[in-house]
């Protein structure tokens, strides 16, 4: 059975909460097994992923919130964590998928992890684990996969 780690920021709890809700609704779904990982903040999620490659996971999932603020330390965590996480991507081939959220208001955060809208948590577990077909050579297109080319 798929094995998943959710990496969570809990910066902005209630943004957090839809994010976590759709992603555990998909794994769910996909009939994943998952564990969840909780960290302050957008910048400690690629710490907390490098700590956990050790550990027998075979996706994982990354989420979090960050709202444009009145400084320039928004860029920094936004560009920072964004690297962070796919230079350990690349480095380890890892299976992952992205629903740190990098938006500009609260409305527009709340639109994009609410699983009735956009729901950005949701689809971040299904990107990682279509990243992991993708590793264990499934490379098939998605008409494809859907029958229809």
Do not use: W
Request: some cysteine; proline content about 2%.
């Amino acid at each position: 059975m798929t094995k998943v780690l959710i990496i969570e920021a809990r910066y902005y709890d209630h943004i957090n909460d839809f994010l976590l809700e759709g992603a555990v609704a998909a794994l769910k779904e996909a009939g994943a097994e998952y564990d969840v990982l909780t960290v302050p903040g957008a910048l400690e999620i690629p710490a907390a992923l490098n700590m956990s490659l050790d550990k027998e996971y075979d996706a994982f999932v990354v989420s979090g919130c960050v709202i444009r603020g009145e400084t320039g330390h928004y860029d920094i965590v936004c560009n920072e964590s964004a690297r962070g996480v796919y230079d350990l991507v690349l480095k380890h081939n890892l299976a992952l998928g992205n629903a740190i959220l990098t938006v500009d208001t609260e409305t527009q955060a709340l639109a994009r992890a609410r699983p009735d809208d956009k729901n950005k948590g949701g689809g971040a577990a299904q990107a990682a684990l279509r990243m992991l077909e993708i590793k264990n050579g499934n490379i098939t297109s998605m008409e494809e996969r859907r029958g229809t080319a």
